[in-house]
């Protein structure tokens, strides 16, 4: 596996070594000792989570005030664009975005450390989104930020309308929202 770094420092694009022939393939999709070497993190992950998406959904911008959680994030199925926002008010980075691919097909994952928003836009027929965390869910430290807030500028990949759940709509902007000191 090797470590690609994005335009925002501690987020960081994993890329598995795949061993494929004309049976199909294999890949170590997680190995504590090899993530530990890349990252130099020594995380231990709690949960994961599994959701299945339509296409033209989008998820988030999510994160936790409390129990900020820490993602390995990933797609077994499908495609989406990944989107990761800094939140901490004492980064150089603060506010500033990065936006990946993430799919079946590359097999790429992403680690999203605690103080960073997180979302998704699924960009195929449908995709299959996996994540591992660092803490628990806790729904009464959830917090979402507007995904097209202007100070934040995503260009996200929409020819129509997202499909959002309630939740998802009432996304605060950077500007108000609750951040990381």
């Excluded at 901490?88 to 936006?99: D, I, L, V, W």
């Amino acid at each position: 596996m090797k470590a690609i770094p994005t335009n925002l420092p501690e987020v960081l694009m994993l890329e598995p070594k795949v061993y494929g022939d004309e049976r199909g393939f294999f890949y170590e999709s997680f190995n504590q000792k090899n993530f530990a070497e890349l990252t130099g993190l020594d995380v231990q992950f709690v949960q994961d989570n599994h959701s299945l998406s339509a296409k033209n959904v989008l998820r988030g911008l999510h994160y936790q005030i409390r129990q900020a959680q820490g993602k390995l994030v990933r797609v077994t199925s499908g495609s989406v664009f990944d989107v990761v926002v800094d939140i901490r008010k004492s980064s150089p980075n603060f506010g500033q975005a990065t936006c990946v691919e993430l799919s079946a097909e590359n097999r790429r994952q992403l680690w999203i450390p605690p103080g960073f928003a997180h979302g998704f836009l699924v960009s195929s027929d449908s995709a299959e989104f996996l994540y591992k965390t660092t803490d628990y869910w806790a729904p009464e430290h959830e917090r979402c930020l507007q995904w097209n807030d202007p100070a934040i500028g995503i260009l996200w990949p929409l020819s129509e309308a997202p499909i959002m759940s309630a939740k998802d709509q009432q996304g605060k902007l950077l500007a108000e929202a609750e951040v990381f000191a």
